[in-house]
């Protein structure tokens, strides 16, 4: 079946240290990913997508993502989290003609 | 235990009808929000109800959509006088509060012919 997965339920960090979270899906064929992000008591927003051309992705507020097909991941990095960045950050896949699924999402904390 | 859940799944309707979306968010969540996903586009939001403040319409995108949420528990999206452009899956979502993780419900299907 197809899937999305987050292995990181849960990530804590200090201000300054840098974020990789991990997403995996399990489509066959051409995707469009993405990265949502909820802060406190917002909806979701996106941080960024891929549709196609440079598999490495640059969003908003200094997250980046690359794009590996081999592996069928979308990684979301950052090199320096702030205080600001905690929130729960979600990965998506969607293909044409298909809905989009949701990864069950990743806590970061980011301890001041 | 039970998740969200919207009705209809899919809506085939003709251009210049009303539709009604239905949500029912999980038991206890106070908070509840419609998203938009067009075909092989990504999400967009469109309304948040939070417990018995004022929702957020920021993203509503013409006065022909309006949403209810009764007595803090089932919403019910309003999309009236449809356009084609109308076309796409809503999603229903919830959360304990505004601090936790959203529960997304499968979708309304919505076609305008």
């Known amino acids: 079946a197809q899937s999305v997965s987050q292995h990181n339920h849960h990530v804590i960090l200090s201000e300054a240290a840098s974020l990789e979270l991990g997403c995996n899906y399990s489509?066959?064929?051409?995707?469009?990913l993405f990265w949502y992000v909820q802060y406190p008591g917002q909806h979701l927003q996106l941080l960024l997508k891929?549709?196609?051309?440079?598999?490495l992705v640059k969003g908003i507020k200094g997250f980046e993502a690359e794009f590996i097909k081999s592996k069928f991941s979308f990684n979301l990095r950052k090199p320096s989290v702030q205080w600001s960045d905690t929130a729960e950050y979600f990965c998506?896949?969607?293909?044409?003609?298909?809905?989009?699924?949701f990864g069950a999402g990743t806590r970061l904390t980011v301890k001041p | 235990g039970a998740g969200v859940s919207q009705s209809p799944s899919n809506k085939v309707t003709e251009k210049g009808k009303d539709v009604e979306l239905r949500c029912d968010p999980i038991?206890?969540?106070?908070?509840l929000y419609w998203y938009r996903q067009s075909l092989g586009q990504g999400l967009e939001f469109l309304i948040y109800?939070?417990?018995?403040?004022?929702?957020?319409k920021s993203g509503l995108p013409s006065d022909r959509f309006s949403a209810e949420r009764t007595g803090g528990s089932v919403s019910t999206l309003t999309i009236q006088r449809t356009q084609q452009e109308d076309s796409a899956v809503y999603l229903c979502?919830?959360?304990?509060?505004?601090?936790?993780?959203?529960?997304f419900g499968p979708g309304t299907r919505l076609t305008v012919l």
């Open positions: 979502a919830s959360s304990l509060g505004f601090r936790d993780t959203q529960y």
């Open positions: 489509y066959g064929g051409t995707v469009n």
């Open positions: 891929y549709f196609s051309g440079d598999p």
């Open positions: 998506a896949v969607t293909q044409r003609n298909n809905d989009m699924r």
């Open positions: 038991s206890g969540h106070t908070a």
């Open positions: 109800f939070q417990g018995n403040s004022a929702p957020d």
